[in-house]
Structure formats: C-alpha cells, structure tokens
C-alpha cells in the first residue's frame, strides 16, 4: 500500500533562512510520480511540481529546489532565502501510476516570521 | 492557464440536507476527481472518475455519496443526508499526462 511521511508538523523560520521540509514515501511499484503542493491560508492547493519515478535530477526552480532519492524513498523540498509569503501547509503526494489516486501526506505547515 | 472551476466557494447546510459540489474540469482532461480535507488534516482520495464511470473509490466514499458527469463539461459529487462530519473543504481534480490540477474547494459546513 502507498503511504506518505511528512514527519514535520510545523517548522518556524526567520526571514532569509533555508528551510528543508522532508519527505519519505513507501510504494511497491517502480513507476510512481511524487507531487509538492501549497495550500497557503486562503485554502486552494496550488501545484509546485511533479516528478516521475525514473527521473533522480534534482530540480530547482527560482527559490525552490527539490531532491529526490530513490535509495532512500525521499523526495525533500528545500526553500532557499525564505520570505513571509512562503508560510503555508506544504504536501507531499504520491501517485502510483498515471491517472490512480493521489495519496497525500500529513502536511508541513511552514511559517516564516519577518 | 487552464484551471478547474468549483461552485459554490462556500455551502452551509442544514444536517439532514442534500448537497450538490459542482466541478468544471479541464476540457481535454480524462480523469476526474473529488478530494476532502477535514479542517487542518490532510487531503484525502474520494473518488475517481473515467471513461463515465466510477474507477476508483475510498472507503470514506459510501452510499451517501453520489459522482455525476451530466454533460460534457459538469461533474458533481452530491452527498444525500449530510452529517455533522462531513463538514470539510471538498476539492475536485482533473489529471492529464501534463498535470494533476484541483479546483480552488467548496467549503462545507454542516449544521
């Protein structure tokens, strides 16, 4: 069965710091997609990137940067510079083949302080 | 961009009730979905939706709940007597091979 740990609830930083909020998830398939979203006070869940399984590059977008390993089934998400905009719940998720559900982990709610 | 349109933002409803979301997917998108995040826990899988019919349930998904494609565009989930515990924010979802895009929620309160 497919299971999602984001084994930190809440993390608070100063403005300026990085911050990296892990990831680990459990799969029996070789093919899967892992997910980061954004769900900022307003609600919406809003989509940061999508990585398959067989793609280990490490991404980095702007302030974002995302680091997969698949030796240890992490997919961490490291926010570089960090700003009051960033604070927000952050979900890890996990799709299992294309088009199957999404199985999400608990949330990382992040918050920056000026 | 093309985005995923829910209504209505907001629902309050009396327990008893039945309640309609309604949903807009992306047009060329295949799969369609509807989510639930009870307030500050996480989001978890309803159902799934393709080709017409119901590919994939939760077993949070029982006989109260209901998934309807009408026409084309629409896609409704619709929960026949609500109960104080459904009160959440009901995201749906629809999945290409470029993306997996939610709508921006209905929240439902029960009372």
């Known amino acids: 069965a497919q299971k999602v740990t984001q084994a930190q609830t809440e993390i608070s930083v100063v403005e300026k710091e990085d911050v990296t909020l892990d990831c680990v998830y459990e799969?029996?398939?070789?093919?899967?997609?892992l997910f980061w979203y954004k769900q900022p006070p307003s609600g919406e869940l809003v989509f940061l990137i999508r990585?398959?399984?067989?793609?280990?590059q490490n991404e980095i977008s702007g302030r974002y940067s995302w680091n997969f390993q698949k030796s240890t089934s992490s997919f961490n998400f490291t926010i570089t510079a960090s700003q009051v905009v960033d604070s927000a719940v952050y979900f890890c998720?996990?799709?299992?083949?294309?088009?199957?559900?999404?199985?999400f982990g608990e949330g990382t709610q992040l918050t920056v302080n000026p | 961009e093309p985005e995923v349109t829910q209504t209505p933002s907001h629902q309050v409803t009396q327990m008893g009730q039945e309640v309609i979301l309604r949903c807009v997917p992306i047009?060329?998108?295949?799969?369609f979905y509807w989510y639930r995040q009870i307030l500050g826990q996480k989001v978890e899988f309803l159902v799934s939706?393709?080709?017409?019919?119901?590919?994939?349930k939760s077993e949070i998904f029982d006989d109260q709940f209901s998934v309807e494609r009408p026409d084309g565009s629409n896609f409704t989930l619709k929960i026949r007597s609500t109960k104080l515990e459904d009160s959440a924010m009901y995201f749906c979802?629809?999945?290409?091979?470029?993306?997996?895009?939610f709508g921006s929620g209905t929240r439902l309160t029960v009372v």
């Open positions: 998720a996990l799709q299992e083949t294309s088009g199957s559900r999404l199985t």
């Open positions: 979802a629809s999945y290409s091979n470029y993306g997996y895009t």
């Open positions: 939706f393709y080709n017409n019919e119901i590919s994939e």
């Open positions: 047009s060329n998108h295949l799969y």
């Open positions: 799969t029996r398939d070789t093919t899967y997609y």
């Open positions: 990585r398959n399984s067989f793609d280990e």
